[in-house]
């Protein structure tokens, strides 16, 4: 697929619908969903920076990503965001007996997240999860290596959160499981498990999901997003200037 760079990473130009087809069809790739929070880090951290765009696809995920994504590209891009890119590559996997596993989060979580797929995907094949401790990517992979390796699925789904999980499926590539699909997915089990409030979609097509998620969780968000997007306006402006 085609990229384009934004700030440092090269996001991959692409849609919703292209991802959730190429996860059903393919196997052997990594996905990661691209927020601001994302390409900021990757500039100010050349490690993250480099496993980011050695994934196969880097998908523009929120507003400002897309947005910028469309002015580099002088094409139109929508998001291409976790939450929907889970739902649908599931349903649409489903007659093709695509088998899930889910790596990451609590128990609690997972599990309720598991009995709301069931209930609205009743022929989904889910063939385990694993909830680890809380570590580092590198002693997650070293702990969980031999479960890791009998693995039974065509898609992995990985919520630690950025950029640990994006740091622990360069660790699984690297050591060779080319015959799986591995996407980094957030926070979108506590969504899809309703633990947590996704935002409305007319709220996210405004640029706004971050405001909605800030007013749920500011402790932790409040630096990630006042910081972080300003930074991102800063270094976008700063390319478009410089390309121009």
Same mark, same amino acid.
């Given at each position: 697929? &085609?990229?384009?760079?934004?700030?440092? !990473?090269?996001?991959?130009?692409?849609?919703?619908?292209?991802?959730?087809? !190429?996860?059903?069809?393919?196997?052997?790739? @990594?996905?990661?969903?691209?927020?601001?929070?994302?390409?900021?880090?990757?500039?100010?951290?050349?490690?993250? &920076?480099?496993?980011?765009?050695?994934?196969?696809?880097?998908?523009?995920?929120?507003?400002?990503?897309?947005?910028?994504?469309? %002015?580099?590209?002088?094409? &139109?891009?929508?998001?291409?965001?976790?939450?929907?890119? %889970?739902?649908?590559?599931?349903?649409?996997?489903?007659?093709?007996?695509?088998?899930?596993?889910?790596?990451?989060?609590?128990?609690?979580?997972?599990?309720?997240?598991?009995?709301?797929?069931?209930?609205?995907?009743?022929?989904?094949?889910?063939?385990?999860?694993?909830?680890?401790?809380?570590?580092?990517?590198?002693?997650? %992979?070293? &702990?969980?290596?031999?479960?890791?390796?009998?693995?039974?699925?065509?898609?992995?789904?990985?919520?630690?959160?950025?950029?640990?999980?994006?740091?622990?499926?360069?660790?699984?590539?690297?050591?060779?499981?080319?015959?799986?699909?591995?996407?980094?997915?957030?926070?979108?089990?506590?969504?899809?498990?309703?633990?947590?409030?996704?935002?409305?979609?007319?709220?996210?097509?405004?640029?706004?999901?971050?405001?909605? @998620?800030?007013?749920?969780?500011?402790? @932790?968000?409040?630096?990630?997003?006042?910081?972080?997007? !300003?930074?991102?306006?800063?270094?976008?402006?700063?390319?478009?200037?410089? @390309?121009?």
């Amino acid at each position: 697929m &085609k990229t384009t760079k934004v700030l440092q !990473t090269n996001i991959t130009e692409t849609s919703l619908d292209e991802v959730s087809k !190429t996860l059903n069809s393919s196997a052997g790739i @990594r996905v990661a969903i691209c927020n601001a929070n994302t390409l900021v880090r990757s500039v100010n951290n050349i490690k993250i &920076k480099n496993i980011i765009n050695n994934f196969t696809i880097k998908t523009p995920d929120g507003f400002p990503v897309a947005k910028a994504l469309s %002015f580099f590209s002088k094409q &139109k891009f929508s998001r291409v965001d976790g939450y929907k890119l %889970f739902l649908q590559t599931i349903q649409e996997g489903i007659s093709l007996q695509k088998r899930h596993y889910f790596f990451g989060s609590d128990i609690a979580t997972t599990q309720a997240m598991i009995n709301k797929l069931n209930l609205r995907y009743p022929e989904i094949n889910i063939t385990g999860f694993l909830c680890p401790e809380i570590m580092t990517p590198d002693e997650l %992979f070293k &702990k969980y290596k031999k479960e890791i390796e009998s693995i039974d699925a065509d898609i992995v789904w990985v919520s630690l959160g950025f950029p640990k999980q994006e740091i622990f499926i360069d660790h699984v590539f690297e050591e060779g499981r080319p015959n799986i699909n591995y996407v980094g997915i957030g926070g979108v089990f506590e969504w899809v498990a309703g633990t947590k409030k996704k935002a409305p979609e007319w709220l996210a097509n405004l640029g706004l999901e971050w405001l909605f @998620r800030l007013v749920q969780d500011p402790k @932790r968000l409040y630096k990630r997003y006042f910081i972080d997007n !300003t930074l991102f306006i800063v270094y976008f402006l700063r390319q478009a200037l410089f @390309r121009r």
